[in-house]
């Protein structure tokens, strides 16, 4: 709820009530309604709970866990067996070992001595570990240290979804910006032509003008009339576009109220030490360029799994039989040797002949590493090249804006002079519209080349990996 009043009170104070005259609504302020409340926002940060989730899962594989099994079988009043074994197993992580405690109860008329336990039971603890093959890494701890891994992989996407959304909503605002610029032009041209058509029929009724300029001028009005028409849908439609962008807290979605306008162009120029900046900074932060750089993070984890499974399998297992019961009851515990008095020894060796699964497998993740870094080493190409073309057009718009402000200057000077001629009586009013729409053709294309400098901007920024400067 709070959320809710923040976002009214953001808009009354910016002066976004329908009864007010135009208000600016600033990039910037957009910016920040994008950044708090847009789904795609949610979504990506929906990235990071999901790695989380992840890592969770990962290291669920060290959880202690708990074993309880029993077995009995009774048929014609004889007792066969009765099995009753309760486990405890705590996995160890800087080595492929589980301690373990439990106790077992084996008795039936039917069981050997071997398996038989005592009538009262028998409690063991004990350990059993790899020691060659996943002794130094193992399928768990590769698992978790690449959940570890795939939380800075997610943060990456996160902020990739992020720069996409900025970007198009960047152009989009900057569309906005010319649909509002272009409307007030065509509506500054209209009145021209409607003041002029005004002056033409008093002429022509003094006989200063022959009657055919009356024709001229409201031909020229009717044309600019529906210029002026096509731009005041095109930014109403581009207000709609806009409103794409703008949700409350709740998810509810808001309208840019109607007065609202564009901020003015900043006169912001991107220099050669902005290009350096944002060079060093995509080598180091692009999301694209850190994710494959993760990846081949994974990629060694696995390669160091891969390679651990070449050794021999040796697993050994031992446990200390009645150790716990004779302990905490205070009976004597006998001494011989190094090993318990009462104990299990179990030893399991294997070893593939050729290894030929094993060394598949790490031969395909060796591929996998060297397909990633040729990937890495073409996109770090890519993207300082791409860097480099939008910075060109970034450049290439500044020239473009300078010369084309100085023809509108030349171009004014041009269309006075036509003015004073036509009102002695030196010129034709086709002359003096000629020189006005093509006035007004270099203020309207002028517009469209902030609006597009803007874009290059937001492009160049994206193409560094980034949303904001």
């Known amino acids: 709820m709070k959320y809710i009043v923040f976002i009214c009170l953001f808009f009354v104070q910016q002066g976004f009530s329908q009864s007010d005259t135009a208000k600016v609504f600033s990039y910037q302020d957009f910016y920040d309604l994008v950044s708090r409340h847009h789904p795609i926002f949610k979504q990506a940060n929906t990235l990071s709970d999901q790695a989380k989730a992840e890592l969770l899962m990962a290291r669920g594989g060290f959880d202690p866990k708990l074993d309880v099994n029993f077995d009995r079988k009774f048929f014609d009043n004889k007792a066969y067996f009765n099995f009753w074994d309760n486990q405890l197993k705590v996995p160890v992580y800087w080595a492929n070992m589980d301690v373990k405690a439990g106790f077992e109860r084996n008795v039936g008329d039917v069981l050997g001595t071997d398996i038989r336990t005592p009538i009262d039971g028998l409690s063991y603890v004990g350990v059993t570990m790899s020691v060659l093959q996943r002794f130094s890494i193992d399928e768990r701890r590769a698992t978790l240290q690449n959940a570890r891994i795939f939380q800075n992989i997610a943060e990456a996407e996160r902020v990739k979804m992020v720069n996409k959304l900025v970007l198009s909503a960047a152009k989009d605002y900057w569309n906005w910006y010319f649909a509002y610029q272009n409307y007030l032009l065509l509506k500054d041209f209209y009145n021209l032509a409607e003041q002029r058509f005004d002056l033409v029929l008093k002429r022509v009724a003094q006989g200063d003008l022959p009657a055919i300029d009356t024709s001229d ?17 095109d930014f109403q439609n581009a207000r709609l576009i806009l409103s794409n962008y703008l949700w409350d807290a709740d998810g509810t979605p808001r309208e840019l109220p109607t007065n609202a306008t564009p901020q003015v162009a900043p ?37 160091r799994l891969g390679r651990e ?48 699964k094993e060394r598949g497998k790490l031969q395909t993740v060796q591929i996998k590493q060297l397909q990633n870094n040729l990937e890495l080493q073409q996109l770090r190409r890519e993207i300082n090249n791409e860097i480099q073309t939008s910075y060109n057009e970034v450049k290439n718009l500044e020239l473009q804006i300078r010369e084309q402000q100085l023809a509108i200057v030349r171009q004014t000077q041009v269309l006075r002079a ?27 294309k002028l517009e469209s080349m902030k609006s597009k400098y803007e874009k290059a901007k937001a492009t160049l920024l994206f193409a560094a ?3 904001e400067w």
Do not use: C, W
């Open 267 to 303: 006169a912001q120029l991107v220099t050669p030490e902005v290009l350096s900046s944002l060079l060093e900074q995509a080598r180091q932060k692009h999301p694209d360029i850190q994710k494959l750089d993760l990846k081949g993070q994974q990629l060694r984890v696995d390669e």
């Open 217 to 233: 001028a409201q031909v020229t009005l009717l044309d600019r009339r529906v210029m002026l028409e096509q731009a005041t849908v």
């Open 418 to 444: 036509e003015e004073q001629r036509f009102s002695i009586g030196e010129s034709q009013l086709f002359l003096v519209n000629q020189r006005e729409t093509k006035l007004n053709e270099l203020k309207v």
């Open 465 to 467: 990996g980034s949303s």
């Open 309 to 356: 499974m070449l050794k021999p399998k040796l697993d050994i297992g031992l446990s200390s039989l009645n150790y716990m019961h004779r302990y905490m009851t205070g009976l004597e515990i006998p001494k011989t040797g190094p090993f318990p008095p009462f104990y299990k020894l179990n030893v399991d060796f294997s070893m593939p002949l050729l290894f030929r």
